[in-house]
């Protein structure tokens, strides 16, 4: 069995994320649609939506390590009367630049494992 490469879409973007770091590029993978949340509403631009919100907390502390990687984990995003969970980190260890790894409407959450992390 082959498996298909993940598709990501790189974004121009400028958020302030946790006070201290700006952000001018935000790259979303298609997790959300192998997993299938694209059939919960999510899409790219409604994940743009979502992190450009990070202007708004003054800060987030990542909720665990896998590697050298800091794993974010933000949760109960308000949107359109519903809240969201998105998984993301620094991608390759870069301060100006998120990788959005999944997101999904909260009432789904489900146990993280590791396997979302990678």
Same mark, same amino acid.
């Given at each position: 069995?082959?498996?298909? /490469?993940?598709?990501?879409?790189?974004?121009?973007?400028? @958020?302030?994320?946790?006070?201290?770091?700006?952000?001018?590029?935000?790259? @979303?993978?298609?997790?959300?649609?192998?997993?299938?949340?694209?059939?919960?509403?999510?899409?790219?631009?409604?994940?743009?939506?979502?992190?450009?919100?990070?202007?708004? @907390?003054?800060?987030?502390?990542?909720?665990?390590?896998?590697?050298?990687?800091? @794993?974010?984990?933000?949760?109960?995003?308000?949107?359109?009367?519903?809240?969201?969970?998105?998984?993301?980190?620094?991608?390759?260890?870069?301060?100006?630049?998120?990788?959005?790894?999944?997101?999904?409407?909260?009432?789904?959450? /489900?146990?993280?494992?590791?396997?979302?992390?990678?």
């Amino acid at each position: 069995m082959v498996e298909k /490469k993940e598709k990501i879409w790189t974004y121009h973007c400028k @958020i302030l994320f946790s006070s201290s770091w700006e952000i001018r590029q935000l790259t @979303i993978t298609d997790h959300f649609v192998k997993s299938g949340h694209d059939k919960h509403g999510i899409t790219n631009e409604l994940i743009r939506k979502l992190m450009n919100k990070l202007n708004e @907390i003054p800060t987030m502390k990542p909720k665990k390590k896998v590697g050298n990687r800091d @794993i974010y984990v933000w949760e109960r995003i308000p949107y359109n009367n519903k809240k969201y969970l998105i998984v993301f980190w620094f991608k390759d260890d870069r301060e100006d630049h998120l990788w959005v790894r999944t997101c999904y409407p909260q009432k789904l959450k /489900k146990k993280l494992r590791e396997t979302n992390y990678k």
